[in-house]
């Protein structure tokens, strides 16, 4: 801008007087105007699109004006002389007028020069957009649904730490018994589990310019944290909790290792479907060591997805598909459990379990608050950060209601000899 302004002033020097002065107004009005709409726009916190709109709208009048002066200073020295009104009148009727009567009146009629046509190479770079899609879209991730098969509990402050009852069975079971002898003794005992919340955490740094200059920005930022933060939490709750502060309990830590059981080396050509009925029937037999006791009912069967891929892709010896009778058609339920696919388990991993067994504590849920750290405050930078206060827990005697393993083990340990 300050370059157009410097031209002009070059190019007004050779100009009357007064024709300079009213060039000079409309370039200070100009200014005025734009100065004015920057005002207005910085307010309404407009986009970086729109300031460069109303930037290009000033040069082009800036443009404009140059124009004009550069055409004043090509005239005949007698059309100098006129004022700049006089000089403006006089371009309207030589390129645009003819004089004519009407009805015994002076009438100016004005005809029009052929205009160049509108294109989209001349409209003006950047002026005139298309429609612009307002979210920038989002990136999948690993798909969330752990937070729907486990139970959830919304303790709030105060449930931290979280404390259970956990029943260990000790000796005896119920039997039957002869007129007048001793009865059997079942006896058991109880003991209390306890873990402390942990905080899960997501923050980034940006600039207060950059918030302004693109309000939806904010919001932008505040779903990607969350976005990020609840597949972190997903991921420790099935997969990688250590149960070590800062970390939480896992179902994968906690979760029994699979048994092949009575069925050990009795399985020919034992395959991935075998693997995972056989552990399905090891999460509804429970505890082995009490017959007395119930299992549980598996609610789900979690694999990786190249697992789930492969299994789809089963052939028999001909090359047709095939799958077991215990299973659906496309593989997606076994034995009426649901197959679920996942990114947190690798290839030769497998869970089986009833996920409503697990309980996550939410202490504190999900905030996001913005704070300046450090020197943010001097270089205008602002700190926006997502966290959830909570823990995990799977009782004792509950345990058994899971199932983990690896399917090369599990498949040799089935495998006739």
């Not at 699109?49 to 005239?75: I, R």
């Not at 930078?381 to 995990?392: D, F, Y």
């Amino acid at each position: 801008m300050s370059e157009i302004n410097e031209q002009l002033k070059i190019a007004l020097a050779d100009l009357k007087e007064d024709t300079r002065k009213s060039i000079t107004h409309e370039i200070q009005s100009a200014q005025t105007q734009f100065e004015k709409k920057i005002t207005e726009a910085t307010k309404e916190k407009a986009s970086t699109e729109q300031f460069e709109s109303l930037k290009k709208e000033y040069d082009s009048t800036l443009l404009m004006l140059g124009t004009e002066v550069e055409k004043f200073k090509n005239m005949s020295v007698e059309t100098k002389k006129m004022s700049f009104e006089d000089q403006i009148s006089k371009s309207l009727k030589d390129n645009l007028g003819l004089i004519g009567k009407m009805n015994n009146r002076e009438v100016e009629s004005i005809k029009f020069k052929a205009a160049t046509s509108i294109t989209t190479s001349n409209f003006g770079s950047g002026v005139i957009r298309g429609f612009r899609e307002s979210e920038i879209g989002v990136i999948n991730e690993a798909e969330r649904f752990v937070f729907k098969l486990i139970s959830v509990m919304n303790g709030g402050p105060g449930s931290n730490p979280l404390s259970w009852v956990n029943r260990v069975p000790k000796e005896g079971s119920p039997a039957f018994t002869a007129e007048g002898a001793s009865k059997p003794i079942v006896d058991w005992t109880y003991t209390v589990g306890e873990t402390t919340s942990q905080f899960i955490a997501a923050a980034t740094i940006v600039t207060k310019q950059a918030l302004s200059n693109m309000p939806m920005l904010e919001q932008e930022i505040n779903d990607e944290l969350l976005r990020k933060l609840y597949n972190k939490l997903d991921n420790t709750i099935l997969r990688t909790g250590t149960g070590v502060a800062p970390s939480i309990n896992s179902i994968w830590l906690l979760a029994k290792l699979f048994s092949a059981g009575g069925l050990a080396g009795k399985i020919d050509g034992a395959n991935v479907f075998d693997v995972l009925r056989v552990a399905v029937g090891q999460v509804m037999m429970g505890d082995v060591t009490d017959v007395t006791s119930g299992g549980y009912m598996p609610t789900a069967i979690v694999i990786s997805h190249e697992r789930a891929t492969s299994m789809d892709l089963q052939k028999t010896s001909t090359y047709a598909y095939q799958f077991p009778t215990f299973a659906t058609e496309n593989g997606t339920i076994i034995k009426g459990i649901p197959v679920y696919s996942s990114k947190f388990l690798s290839y030769d991993e497998f869970l089986v379990g009833d996920m409503k067994r697990y309980l996550f504590n939410i202490v504190n849920g999900v905030n996001i608050e913005m704070a300046y750290i450090n020197d943010q405050f001097l270089t205008n930078h602002v700190t926006i950060r997502a966290e959830l206060n909570g823990c995990g827990r799977i009782k004792t005697h509950d345990t058994f209601a899971f199932v983990k393993g690896s399917f090369t083990t599990a498949a040799a340990a089935l495998e006739t000899p």
